[in-house]
């Protein structure tokens, strides 16, 4: 049996994004998104639900770019910090000692501390209500070396994402099997076609 929460913006689970930019004033910002994913794989896009209220928006604005970099659960502390207050009133990445690294790509840092950093190209927006969905086009993708498999995959035991369900941060669980692999096990359930 199911029960009926109404319509609300949960799915499970989310992730914990810090999302970089250059301010107005041209210093480093960096806020938290749990709104935001893969949106596109051709080409590459990701997008940030961001409210208009944050430092943040108009700075996504001003640079047409931005960085999501994916945080480790060793960094909750300062992933929640960073959620809490604005980089209008301080420099959110000093005191949350993160440190702001210059793209070659995009006017936009990104956060030296993530193991995976996505360098973004605004592409479009949508003014959805509360929130403005940026979607960007991730122009590179920059890993941590230590955290890339010999299949050059990063290995998302290494990466140790932090996720954000239900208000609280919580770890990444065990590996489950191949994904478009262990589904194929269903096959044998399928109607059999005739041939003839
Ligand atoms: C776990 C968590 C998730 C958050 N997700 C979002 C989000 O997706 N979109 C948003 O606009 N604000 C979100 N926030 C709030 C902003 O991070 C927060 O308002 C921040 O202070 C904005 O910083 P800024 O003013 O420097 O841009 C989140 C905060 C936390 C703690």
């Known amino acids: 049996m199911k029960t009926s929460l109404g319509p609300k913006p949960i799915v499970f689970p989310m992730p914990a994004f810090l999302v970089a930019t250059y301010d107005e004033n041209g210093r480093p910002n960096v806020m938290t998104a749990a709104w935001g994913g893969i949106a596109s794989s051709d080409p590459p896009c990701v997008s ?115 996720i954000f369900a239900s208000g609280a941060y919580h770890q990444l669980g065990q590996a489950l099997g191949r994904a478009f692999s262990i589904g194929l096990s269903l096959k044998k359930n399928e109607p059999q076609q005739d041939r003839t």
């Open 48 to 162: 940030v639900s961001v409210r208009p209220s944050r430092w943040t928006h108009g700075a996504i604005l001003k640079n047409k770019a931005f960085s999501v970099n994916c945080p480790s659960s060793a960094l909750a502390v300062a992933v929640d910090y960073v959620g809490l207050v604005s980089g209008r009133d301080f420099d959110k990445f000093k005191i949350a000692g993160l440190t702001a690294v210059r793209s070659d790509l995009v006017e936009a840092p990104y956060v030296a501390e993530c193991p995976v950093t996505l360098e973004c190209a605004l592409r479009s927006q949508v003014d959805l209500g509360a929130h403005t969905m940026f979607v960007g086009q991730i122009v590179d993708v920059k890993a941590d070396t230590r955290t890339i498999s010999l299949s050059a995959e990063p290995d998302p035991v290494a990466i140790d994402p932090l």
